[in-house]
């Protein structure tokens, strides 16, 4: 492969971890300090994500590791008590049909994002080839965890414009 397809992988992963960090990290954070700091992390993730190229995988089938169900929900929680009343907004499922809005978490985008990432990471580490990771990678972004990014990432930026409006109405 080239050097600048283990560039993208090392800024993906980078991006990734990066992203991680500061969700193992909100306990240690404010509230407002954490939605600046993971919507910063995952802006990034999601533009790195991008830039991942369609490539054909080298093998068929990947074997795919139970999802942790439990780990999850402890993060989960965690972060719906970080968000509070932040956590939850209104969204549209799909933006190209006429639907309801449905109830979407902060809490739940981030857990899952959070997992996916670590669920592809780790395949790095099982010595799956450079192929079948970038496919897996991108698959994942655009099958799953992309979604949940931009829905978080929107309804951090009204949170914040909300707030910022609140401020400046209050000076």
Known sequence: MSEDLDSLIHRFRAAAQNFMKIVDSAPHFEREGFLVSVSRALAELY?????????EPDTAEMNETRFPTEAWAHLL????????????????FD?????DLVQGTLSGDLSEIYFDLEHDLH?????????????????????????H????????HDHGVETEIRRAIEM
């Open 123 to 147: 395949l790095d580490k099982t010595g799956v080839g450079q192929r079948d990771f970038v496919w897996k990678l991108r698959f994942s972004f655009l099958s799953h965890w992309g979604r």
């Open 77 to 92: 929680h965690s972060l719906r008590e970080k968000l509070g009343p932040l956590d939850m907004y209104w969204e549209l």
């Open 47 to 55: 533009t790195v994500a991008l830039q991942l190229p369609v490539i």
């Open 95 to 99: 933006s190209t049909k006429k639907e």
């Open 149 to 156: 990014a931009l829905e978080a990432l929107k309804a951090m």
